[in-house]
């Protein structure tokens, strides 16, 4: 999960893990490693054309990337139900808090508001730690 973030966010996910142990940060270096980040969208290869039958001008495309629609997902994923699965100590509904993040990111086509999902990337650290590996796997 925290590469599917990683390829649409970039960088600025460091600033959530600052405090995890160094070992598990390399861990988490070496997979966004190996993630290809989605810098620019090619720009489309038709024309639109406005009201007055003009073509409307699209700009470069890193606009294009930032005008796309962005679903703010911040109720789904900072309910207090799906952060208590996150945190539970039983694997099973761990991998359960887990598959519904990835439902409700795949629901938004990853294209989600960054606003509201401290307690959510909190969760994700906690996973980081986990002794079980499916779980572990499943968070990263």
Do not use: H, Q
Request: proline content about 4%; some cysteine; hydrophobic content about 40%.
């Amino acid at each position: 999960m925290i590469a599917s973030v990683y390829k649409y966010v970039g960088d600025p996910i460091w600033d959530f893990f600052k405090d995890v142990k160094e070992s598990t940060r390399n861990v988490i270096d070496e997979t966004l490693l190996k993630t290809e980040r989605i810098k620019e969208i090619e720009k489309p290869k038709w024309v639109v054309l406005g009201e007055d039958g003009k073509p409307i001008e699209s700009g470069d495309a890193s606009s294009l990337l930032d005008s796309l629609p962005r679903v703010d997902v911040s109720k789904e994923l900072s309910n207090s139900k799906l952060i208590e699965k996150l945190r539970n100590t039983n694997w099973k509904v761990k991998k359960e808090g887990y598959d519904k993040v990835e439902e409700v990111m795949a629901e938004a086509k990853n294209w989600i508001l960054p606003n509201g999902l401290s307690e959510l990337f909190g969760a994700l650290k906690a996973g980081l730690v986990d002794k079980n590996k499916a779980v572990l796997k499943t968070c990263l």
